[in-house]
């Protein structure tokens, strides 16, 4: 199983970006995926997350201006980020489990792919 996050950059404040997850050998429809963010000198946080039946969560500091979402089709996953700040400054990870369905939150990830670097300058 390999997950790759892609879609990060250098933007302003304000901008928007919308991250990917690809994944090969698990199908991200029939998985729970998640998706985090480490800034440097901090913990990971979890931002956001969509189970197998669709149910999404997001971390109440991301609500509104991030969307998760799934194209099981091409087996990709999107994290739309708006409204850019420099606090959103960090390396984003994809994460999977097909072991998980119902539940993503808060949950043990078996699969993650390598993270693209989001910089928000101000």
């Known amino acids: 199983v390999q997950l790759q996050a892609s879609g990060g950059g250098l933007v302003q404040s304000g901008d928007s970006l919308r991250l990917s997850c690809a994944a090969s050998?698990?199908?991200?429809?029939?998985?729970?995926v998640g998706w985090f963010r480490q800034a440097p000198g901090k913990e990971r946080e979890e931002l956001s997350c969509?189970?197998?039946?669709?149910?999404?969560y997001y971390t109440h500091s991301v609500k509104g201006r991030f969307t998760i979402s799934r194209d099981n089709n091409k087996n990709l996953a999107y994290l739309q980020i708006n409204s850019l700040k420099p606090e959103d400054t960090a390396v984003y990870f994809c994460?999977?489990?097909?072991?998980?369905?119902?539940?993503?939150?808060?949950?043990?990830?078996?699969?993650w792919g390598q993270g693209t670097q989001v910089t928000v300058s101000s």
């Open positions: 050998g698990l199908s991200l429809g029939h998985s729970a």
């Open positions: 969509i189970s197998g039946d669709g149910t999404t």
């Open positions: 994460a999977a489990d097909n072991a998980l369905y119902y539940l993503c939150q808060g949950q043990e990830y078996d699969f």
